[in-house]
């Protein structure tokens, strides 16, 4: 049964027992431990306050008989402690300072966290996890899911639930983290366009030996780099053909070229320098140079020296073989070694004199083998010989006169002979003389001769022996000067006169040495050259003196002319002050170094 109490005020010390107990309006103060099956707030109020002790640790204990706690309130803290689980039925909620920011359960099997800003989850470290309605931000702590979870995989949504699966394809990812493509896995279809087109170019100033390209290696079956210099070489060693690119860009012509038909260009040079070259540098003309001059150019209807007189056609050790041309005009000399044959009908000579070596030959008014060649014995001195102004035949003597020799009888003596007495022995005898190789002109010397007969055996070369030649012995000689007169000449006058006889000459730089003695005056160029003599007779001595200042940078250059060689070379060189040499010609084109 249970009782029901209305008290005004009851005080107690002990326990107090009740079935039901209504304090009204009325306080419970000061109270050990109450026992309560249930309270209820008075006529239908809406609150029942407790008041708990201040500054206790356990200010309101709620416990059942047994002693088991559900509740304490800790005054002394400012805590509740809850031993017991707490249940909300339905759709009910635990809120935190507005309905905004709750835990609830909107339906069975389900949990709810709000929050009308942020939902964070703190840890004692200072580390945390913060959500808003946009993002999940963790700060030093690691988002874990333990169900089915192996190093190496990673959890993958199926739409429902999440499973821990194994990285597989294309890409790896370590158990630490770190993501590797695999070898191969990357195929051009992957790569988006602007892999490349959304860089910055790289000028072509810009580009470096050693930057780097991707390249597949077919041997590998693998992408490897390669050097822009590597490949580079690479394509330059590829090049074949009529040119050879070498590594770094040298580019190396065949020696022979068939496959160029034309070099077509404004101002084109070609050459072996700028010094001797062929120029194409006026229109309509070609242009050859050497030794950095200007020698000959074409032009039209023109092949001329760009000098006047200054250009050689050919030199006296290399000559052109024939020459075909409609006319020649000559301002200088003409010097023909060879034949000269006219084929025209005339030839006019308007020249003064016309100097001949040798004879004129002449075919006669028919054309055969017979030809009548009018020719000149050596003269020992100038001769003048005239054509009278008369008509006739010239009828030539059979035998030939000594040198100076003349007919002294005048026309009008010899017209004498045709009315002449004298009989055939007197004829004969001078016949006889003739025979025996006397002519006039011996007897009429023979006349002023009067050495002994001892004196004309020792022209004999076999008469007397051989002497010592001395000073004052003598050579009979005869004298240009005065008729080619006999005379005795000294063997001292000889000696001075041969000794008087070589030839000394000052030479300069691209002067022609001459027989003899060749000296050189102190030189302000580092290469003076000279050239021996192009046409030389064997036997020809060559002596070089050279510079008081010649050295090993002012150089004293001998050159060979034509085919010739000395001793194997084509030049020599003296390098010291007052240095002397000596070339003698021994035929076969060959100097030989004394």
Known sequence: MAYKFQLGEFRTSGSLIVDELDAADGNISNVGIIKLDSITADDGATDIDITLANSATAALEIKEAGGTEYLKFDTQNNQIFQYQNSRLDGSKQVQFRSADNQVG????????????????????????????????????????????MEAGKFLVSDGTDFESVAMSGDVNIASSGAATIQAGAVEHGMLAEDIISGQSELAHADIQDADDLMIHDSTAGAVLKVGVDSLRDHYFGAVSGDASIADGGAVTLAAAQTNITSLLATDIKIGEDDQTKIDFETADEIHFYAANAEQVYVADGIFGPQTDSDVDLGSTGVRWKSAFMDALTVTNDVLISGDLTVAGTTVTLDVATVGITGSFTFEGSTADAAELTLGVIDPSTDRVVNIADSAGTLVPFAAVPAAGVQITSTPAELNKLDGATCITADLNVIAGCAGNGLTVADLTKLAGVDASAAEINLLDANAGSSVAVAAGDGVIMFDNSDGNAGKKVLMSDLKTFIAGGTNVASKANGNTLDNGVNFFASSSIANTSASLPASPSTGDSIKIKAPPNCSGSRLLTINKQGSHTIDGEASIQLKSPHAAVECVYVGSNLWKVF
């Open 105 to 148: 359960s909107p339906g069975v099997g389900q949990l709810e966290l709000k929050a009308g800003g942020s939902l964070k989850f703190n840890a004692n470290s200072g580390n945390r996890a913060t959500m808003t309605d946009s993002s999940l931000e963790l700060e030093g702590i690691k988002l874990k899911y333990n169900a089915n």
